[in-house]
């Protein structure tokens, strides 16, 4: 239970009024680390929940096939530009990234990376790098700035993260073909 104490305190934080403005105030950490963070706290926050609600994730979520599908979504969701600008200027919009970042996106991932097989993970690794490819060419090469809240450079740098974290996943999937993970589990 130390981790839902661990992921409760890292919401808690995150949500305090000047933490959030300096996140949001760079486009790069506004995307790559705020929002990643709250994936986080909800994983870490998971295990509560299943130890409270055991048969909403049996039920739900026995194979984990759901629980990837509305994490896919919800990532997906928040990857637009119009959904960061959003956040900045409509408060209900902000509210429910606090929500569904860690609730409906991190504990789904979390109760379902477990029941997944090699096929289901090794999809989910490729899906990910074609889409942070596709994000970080929409990005860089756009000529118009995309989100009216940061400048071109920001997006930029926002574009290159985007292709770090695609190169990333792909090397670490390139690298799952070749090592056996059941040693170490």
């Known amino acids: ?6 992921g409760l305190v890292l919401y808690i934080f995150l949500m ?12 790069a950490i ?3 680390m705020q929002m990643p963070l709250f994936v986080i706290a909800g994983m870490l926050m998971t295990p509560l929940f299943q130890k409270k609600f ?8 026995s194979n984990g096939v759901p629980g990837i599908l509305l994490f896919m979504i919800i990532v997906l969701y928040w990857m637009m530009p119009r959904t960061m600008d959003e956040a900045l200027t409509i408060p209900a ?20 990376w477990k029941k997944l097989g090699s096929r289901g993970k090794n999809s989910i690794y490729v899906s990910l790098s074609i889409i942070f490819g596709f994000m970080a060419w929409l990005y860089i090469f756009s000529p ?8 071109i450079i920001e997006q930029k ?3 290159w993260g985007f292709v770090f974290l695609a190169a990333c996943i792909l090397i670490y999937f390139i690298q799952t073909l070749f090592i056996d993970e059941t040693e170490y589990e």
């Open 1 to 6: 239970m130390k981790q839902a104490v661990y």
């Open 157 to 159: 740098t926002l574009g």
């Open 54 to 61: 055991p048969n909403l994730f049996t039920k739900w979520n």
């Open 30 to 32: 506004h995307m790559h």
């Open 144 to 151: 118009n700035q995309l989100c009216n809240n940061y400048l």
């Open 16 to 27: 305090l009024p000047p933490v959030t403005a300096l996140a949001e105030s760079i486009m």
């Open 93 to 112: 919009v902000e509210i429910f990234k606090f929500i569904s970042l860690p609730f409906l996106a991190g504990v789904p991932l979390r109760d379902s």
